[in-house]
């Protein structure tokens, strides 16, 4: 990325962040935006975020309210922090062979394959009948639900209606700790959370994260889509474990190919001239990305340990950096993911 003259400011760029979800992969995401936020000229104007993807653009517009990009960075630390410990006390934890193998992957835990097992057999009104859920009371310590309703940052958070099966797009006013437990609620893990007489489940299944809010409500046209999900796998699977996961990420990033191609269609029918049609057609739009997550394989996404936390996020370091090294300058001039070649897929 070229660098201005000495001297002077780079202009400010109106952007909007796409967060998918995905569980302990976030901390991807974590570091993707702990890079962004160090970049003064980008101005975060609304974030769309679905699962962990929703809880990263919470904690970070409650932090932007406290304290700016430096408050940001603050509150995602400390988030993943407690995420962390409190993933310490699962019985849910790394093998010694897994360990002795240097994998991340859970998938030769005793716990986690009687856990796997008694999910496919009982519910979780079952297994857990009183609805615990240790996220909660992260949340309440990391948010300001409050203070979050004054942040200058848009923000949009999607939950799937069970009743309906389609999505509802929470706002910043709307947000509390029952809508993002909602927007990360795997049916066969946790109850189905209550929202105003509604019943929700994880909003991946709905909008993994929903990208038409961040072009109608918000003045930034560049959106920039953080994808921790594969889309392609190079192996067909094999193993019962390694279907349901290939279905799942199928499953989570449908609706999200569904609502980009919609967009690109918008974009060559809209009038560019003026209104809601003008929005459509200067929308730009880039995505950063990380092959390496595929790698880890679908139980990883449970293991929250510190090291392997600290991983992800200097992963989503280093791809936010190479992004700003080789497009920044296309930031708020020109888009880096092509739309329009989604035409020609089915």
């Known amino acids: 990325m070229d660098q201005p003259p000495e001297g002077t400011t780079r202009t400010p760029v109106l952007v909007d962040l796409a967060l998918q979800g995905g569980g302990s992969h976030g901390a991807f995401t974590w570091g993707v935006l702990d890079r962004l936020l160090e970049e003064p000229w980008l101005k975060i104007e609304a974030i769309s975020g679905t699962s962990a993807g929703a809880m990263n653009a919470t904690v970070l517009a409650d932090g932007w309210t406290e304290g700016g990009a430096a408050g940001a960075k603050r509150a995602l630390d400390a988030y993943w922090r407690r995420v962390s410990r409190a993933a310490a006390f699962s019985p849910l934890q790394r093998s010694p062979l897994d360990r002795?193998?240097?994998?991340?992957?859970?998938?030769?835990?005793?716990?986690?394959?009687?856990?796997?097992l008694m999910t496919?057999?009982?519910?979780?009104?079952?297994?857990?009948?009183?609805g615990l859920n240790p996220l909660r009371?992260?949340?309440?310590?990391?948010?300001?639900?409050?203070?979050?309703?004054?942040?200058?940052?848009?923000?949009?958070?999607?939950?799937?209606?069970?009743r309906t099966g389609r999505g509802r797009i929470f706002r910043c006013g709307e947000i509390t700790p029952d809508v993002l437990l909602a927007s990360a609620c795997l049916p066969t893990m946790f109850q189905a959370i209550e929202i105003e007489g509604e019943l929700y489940w994880d909003g991946g299944y709905a909008g993994n994260p929903t990208?038409?809010?961040?072009?109608r409500e918000s003045d930034g046209e560049d959106t920039i889509l953080v994808q921790i999900n594969p889309r392609e796998r190079a192996e067909p699977p094999r193993t019962a474990a390694e279907i349901l996961n290939r279905l799942n990420e199928v499953s989570f990033n449908s609706p999200l190919m569904k609502e980009l191609r919609m967009i690109a269609l918008l974009r060559q029918a809209a009038d560019p001239g003026s209104g809601e049609g003008a929005r459509w057609a200067r929308m730009r739009t880039h995505r950063i990305k990380n092959d390496q997550l595929a790698a880890y394989g679908a139980s990883s996404k449970l293991n929250a340990e510190w090291q392997f936390i600290s991983l992800l996020k200097d992963e989503g370091r280093r791809s936010a950096d190479e992004f700003l090294a080789a497009h920044g300058d296309d930031l708020g001039r020109r888009s880096t993911a092509d739309?329009?070649?989604?035409?020609?897929?089915?």
């Open 120 to 130: 496919r057999i009982l519910s979780p009104y079952d297994l857990n009948p009183f």
């Open 339 to 346: 739309l329009d070649a989604l035409m020609a897929e089915c």
């Open 137 to 162: 009371t992260i949340l309440a310590e990391s948010i300001d639900f409050e203070r979050l309703k004054r942040s200058p940052i848009k923000l949009f958070v999607t939950a799937t209606s069970v």
């Open 211 to 215: 990208i038409t809010p961040l072009v």
């Open 100 to 116: 002795l193998m240097g994998r991340w992957t859970l998938d030769t835990s005793p716990a986690y394959f009687a856990f796997d």
